[in-house]
C-alpha cells in the first residue's frame, strides 16, 4: 500500500511558522501531484496547495503570500513552507499524493495557533 509519511505540525502563537513535509517513499516516477489539504473539527476539507511534477503550483486564496509549497522530486517529498501563522489555520493538515492515477491521503498532522 502507499503510505504518505507527514511531519512538522504543532502549536505554534500567531505570526509563527511551521514547516510541513510528506513523502512518498518509493513512488517517484509514479507521482504526478502532491499537495496539502486541511480539515478543521465541522468543517469541510479544502485545498491549501498542491504541485505538480512539473513544479506548477495552485494555492488556496486564505495561503497566497503567506504559505509556499515546494517539492523534492528525487526525495518525492512535499513541503509546505506557513509563514505568518493565524489562529484561523487551525487544523488537521492532510498530506495528498496522485500516484498512477489514485488519490492517496495521509494521517494527518496537526497545526494549532494560539497565544
Known amino acids: 500500500q502507499v503510505r504518505l509519511v507527514e511531519s512538522g505540525g504543532g502549536l505554534v502563537q500567531p505570526g509563527g511558522s511551521l514547516r510541513l513535509s510528506c513523502a512518498a517513499p518509493g513512488y517517484m516516477l509514479s507521482t504526478t501531484t502532491m499537495g496539502w489539504y486541511r480539515q478543521a473539527p465541522g468543517r469541510q476539507r479544502e485545498l491549501v496547495a498542491i504541485i505538480t511534477n512539473s513544479g506548477r503550483t495552485t494555492y488556496a486564496d486564505s495561503a497566497k503570500g503567506r504559505f509556499t509549497i515546494s517539492r523534492d522530486n528525487a526525495e518525492n517529498t512535499a513541503y509546505l513552507q506557513m509563514n505568518d501563522l493565524k489562529p484561523e489555520d487551525t487544523s488537521l493538515y492532510l498530506c495528498?499524493?496522485?500516484?498512477?492515477?489514485?488519490?492517496?491521503w495521509g494521517q494527518g498532522t496537526q497545526v494549532t495557533v494560539s497565544s
Open positions: 495528498y499524493a496522485l500516484i498512477r492515477g489514485v488519490a492517496y
